[in-house]
């Protein structure tokens, strides 16, 4: 089964809460991701244009077409320490 965003929530900042659809869930900090040189990225640090994010087909997506990888993230996350299991809603 394909890890996919169930749901999304912005914390302010560059943070986001995350929902994935095998159950875990945690918070990520996109600090880091956004200050990486590139011209998708560029639009991205500004926080008015970051918290435009919205979910397309899962995956947490900009309007100039930058997406994230739900499983790419998720490893992320759980490789930091941040996923932890989430009770049904």
Known sequence: M????????????????????????????????????GPMMEPLRAEAYFNRVFLEFGAPTWPNGFDIDPEWLRRNMAAAGELTPVAAE
């Open 2 to 37: 394909l890890t996919k965003i169930a749901k999304m929530e912005k914390l302010g900042g560059f943070r986001l809460r995350l929902r994935f659809s095998d159950g875990s869930g945690g918070e990520h900090d996109f600090s880091a991701m956004v200050a990486e040189p």
